[in-house]
């Protein structure tokens, strides 16, 4: 199957938290009573319930003026997804449109893909114990619908289709803007299924890594590490073989008298 | 039991060196099946993976006390290096890889079997200490809980591989010294032969408990 993307175009973006509702709806997560902590920004952080979030952030411009940034944060759906490579249990796997699917059934609760997710997604729920993290309404996509979020938006800022075009449309947005507009999303980890039209730099948006990548502990750890393990292992087994029919085991010295016929 | 057999390990020793065995065998083959999707049906027979991850979990409960009193019974005896002869056997390799005339005489354990220790010991404290981080990883940096899933990684890789060398070692690439650690009992010509100086020593401060032979000494004591 073609591989999709899902676009979002923070310049749109009013922070009206449509796309935060359409998926709690959609995967029927309840809210949970969270504090006011001096921001609109509701809930603080991903959470097991909450899978997409719009971060609200002040930034002071040039000309001294405040400006508030949105941004929709949520799981990237990397083509070289570090949680996919962790999981032990294959919970976490690629989708045939690309995107990173979570069978629950299957998930143990071992929070690897916590620690590797290079955007800091997936959420723990001690209740379950299993984590949880958006899937880009993969059943919808598979009934031939866009992903929640996408359909609520009513500006237009998430927009969802086939890969090719959205990273088309998505640097003729960037163009259209200028300034510090950029695309971000098809440079690293193989190219996310989760894409921005940034309309400040990368750096300035908090939360969102600059160049974000597979952790090399990672790649050690699943790359080297684990094949070496066997390595290492069959090297021992064949080496003791190779020890015992070359240069034999070590025998005690035969004694004269008592000891010769027990053969231990 | 026969008549002139020497005791080499008493009970406790033996029950210890058990429990730590058999936890890090129950660890060793848990965590393959977590690490390997291939092996994911390890599972299977106790209801699935994430039985696996608690009998993991628990399991590291036993070998926490299991390492504990291991490092504490032997560290004396097996932990430090006695120079020069320990030095003389490794450059010897202890007549283990070629052939070797006279092999130096070494106490009750010879510095391979010390350095198999350290690896155990060290090892198992790596094991511990970042299974710990890795079990509760929510508060801490995520840089820091992946740097524990690889030094867990390593430690499996060296675990892992010493644990088949112990295995030869301990049974067919040594005959007679399994029973040191089944009965505690072995054989004179086999202590003779491995740990000459640690039988000398035992004769000379009358500690040499032999089986069927009543009186050895005022310290003796009969397992
Ligand atoms: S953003 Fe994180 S959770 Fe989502 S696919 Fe990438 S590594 Fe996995
Ligand atoms: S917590 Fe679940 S989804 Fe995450 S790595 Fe473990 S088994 Fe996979």
């Known amino acids: 199957m073609a591989e999709y993307v899902k676009l979002i175009d923070v310049s749109k973006c009013t922070g009206c938290r449509g796309c935060q509702l359409a998926c709690k709806q959609w995967n029927a997560q309840p809210a949970k009573q969270t504090e006011n902590h001096g921001t609109y920004q509701n809930p603080p952080d991903l959470q097991a319930n909450t899978w997409t979030l719009i971060r609200f952030q002040e930034i002071e411009e040039k000309d001294g003026k405040l400006k508030w940034l949105f941004r929709k944060d949520g799981c990237m759906h990397c083509t070289d997804a570090a949680c996919v490579k962790v999981c032990p249990s294959g919970a976490l796997y690629v989708t045939d449109i690309g995107t990173v699917g979570l069978n629950r059934d299957l998930c143990i609760g071992c929070k690897e893909c916590i620690s590797a997710c290079p955007f800091d997604i997936p959420r723990y729920d001690r209740k379950t114990d299993k984590v949880y993290k958006c899937d880009l309404c993969l059943s919808r996509i598979k009934a031939d619908l866009i992903p929640a979020c996408a359909k609520a938006c009513p500006t237009g800022a998430i927009t969802f289709g086939e890969k090719g075009k959205m990273i088309e449309k998505a640097y003729a947005r960037a163009k259209e803007l200028g300034g510090d507009a950029s695309v971000y999303g098809d440079k690293f980890v193989g190219g996310t299924h989760v894409m921005y039209v940034l309309d400040e730099k990368p750096g300035v948006y908090e939360h969102l890594p600059k160049s974000p990548s597979v952790p090399l502990s990672v790649i050690l750890w699943k790359d080297i590490m684990k094949p070496l393990s066997l390595l290492a292992a069959g090297g021992v087994i064949a080496g003791s073989f190779l020890h015992y029919i070359i240069h034999g085991p070590k025998l005690p010295d035969e004694e004269t008298g008592q000891e010769q016929k027990g053969g231990e | ?223």
């Not at chain 2, 099946?33 to 106790?46: A, Q, V």
């Not at chain 2, 000398?200 to 310290?219: A, D, F, R, W």
């Open chain 2, 1 to 223: 039991m026969r008549k002139g057999l020497i005791q080499a390990t008493d009970s406790f020793e033996r029950i210890v060196h058990w429990s730590l065995a058999v936890s890090c065998l129950i660890l060793c083959l848990s965590g393959l099946g977590m690490m390997f999707h291939s092996l994911n049906f390890l599972g299977e027979p106790f209801g699935g993976l994430k039985s696996l991850k608690y009998i993991h979990n628990i399991t590291a409960l036993f070998f926490i006390l299991a390492l504990f009193f291991t490092v504490s019974m032997w560290w004396k005896e097996a932990g430090v290096f006695v120079f020069p002869e320990d030095l003389d056997w490794i450059k010897c390799a202890g007549g283990y890889l070629w052939h070797v005339d006279k092999v130096p005489e070494v106490g009750k354990y010879n510095p391979g079997q010390k350095m198999f220790f350290l690896v155990v010991a060290a090892g198992g404290v790596a094991m511990i200490f970042s299974g710990l981080i890795m079990l509760f990883p929510l508060h801490i940096p995520a840089m820091i809980v992946r740097l524990m899933y690889l030094i867990h990684a390593a430690g499996f890789v060296a675990i892992f591989a010493f644990f088949f060398i112990h295995l030869y070692l301990g049974t067919v690439g040594s005959p007679g010294s399994l029973p040191a650690m089944l009965t505690g009992w072995v054989s004179r010509p086999w202590l003779k032969k491995q740990h000459a100086k640690w039988l000398k020593e035992m004769e000379e401060h009358g500690t040499l408990v032999v089986y069927g032979e009543e009186k050895s000494s005022s310290h003796g004591h009969h397992g």
